[in-house]
């Protein structure tokens, strides 16, 4: 049974770092892209970055130079480094399995979500 278990969210000042991982299991996680999906009150999900099997990486432009994404395939875990956080950035994070180990396809599993809350 595929599993993808978010943590690391919570509440941080504007400006702030916070660190998320997900941890994933039931799957051969090395052969996978990953990518971290965001849904913030009210608004439709944001798709934030992705890594792939050969440790590539994309994001979105509202999180450049901010946000930065690994893997460590030894602990079968995903990373999302956010720095520089404001306000835009409060939303619950998603951990998203792809179907394959491209970027191009689609997702097939998802994770239950980390909430991360920027306040003053």
């Known amino acids: 049974e595929v599993q993808l278990v978010e943590s690391g969210g919570g509440l941080v000042q504007p400006g702030g770092s916070l660190r998320l991982s997900c941890a994933a299991s039931?799957?051969?996680?090395?052969?996978?892209?990953m990518s971290w999906v965001r849904q913030a009150p009210g608004k439709e999900l944001e798709w934030v970055f992705i890594?792939?099997?050969?440790?590539?990486?994309t994001w979105a432009d509202s999180v450049k130079g901010r946000f930065s994404m690994s893997r460590d395939n030894a602990k079968n875990t995903v990373y999302l480094q956010m720095n520089s956080l404001g306000p835009e950035d409060t939303a619950v994070y998603y951990c998203?399995?792809?179907?394959?180990?491209?970027?191009?396809?689609?997702?097939?599993?998802w994770g239950r979500g980390t909430q991360v809350t920027v306040f003053p």
């Open positions: 998203v399995k792809s179907g394959s180990g491209w970027m191009d396809s689609e997702y097939d599993y």
């Open positions: 039931g799957f051969t996680f090395s052969n996978y892209a």
């Open positions: 890594i792939n099997k050969q440790d590539s990486r």
